[in-house]
């Protein structure tokens, strides 16, 4: 390509911009016009005009009292767009009757939760209360099963499964120590949960 073409080029874009940039400047400044003879434009310059004085006061109440009206009625229909929607969009009223229900939902599945975690919290608290009483008996009779077997049940359900099968083990052990005819209500259940332990 020459430096002859370029430069027509070249010329050409720019006899082209300015031609755009003139229209839009034209384009401005009808629109700046055309805004500045709205009543909304008019009232503003005469708020911010430094010349306000009390001949002024007149006009400016009288633009006041065109544009109330539209003001405050496009205020309410937007307001009511806002809480009853269009004819292509929900309103706040339409969403938050959707919502209710899984609002609903998501407040008792919380609930519950908090429900179940106080009540599992108690039966730990429990539990371990239980558990050392049960320690304490077991102290306290250390040739007797029974409280053995009892301390076994508290460690399944505290899911100690070493401690369990450890307790079931030695109540096992002093039942055949003890004979044949002792604790034979016990018996049967010590030998099963003994067995689960294998």
Known sequence: MSFATVAAVVTTAATGYSAYSKKRSQDKANDAARDASSPEA??????????FHIETAPRLAELDRQMMPGL??????????????????RGLFDMLRESTPILDQIAQDSNRSAREADLADVEANALDRALQRCNRVVKAHPQDPRPRNDRFLLHTLLQNKEAACQDIAQAAAL???SGAKSHNDLRTEILVRADSCR
Do not use: P, Y
């Open 72 to 89: 405050v009625d496009n205020n309410l229909a937007s307001q009511e767009r806002l809480q009853f929607g269009s004819e292509d969009q």
């Open 175 to 177: 039942l055949q120590t």
């Open 42 to 51: 008019q009232l503003e310059a005469l708020r911010r005009s430094a010349d």
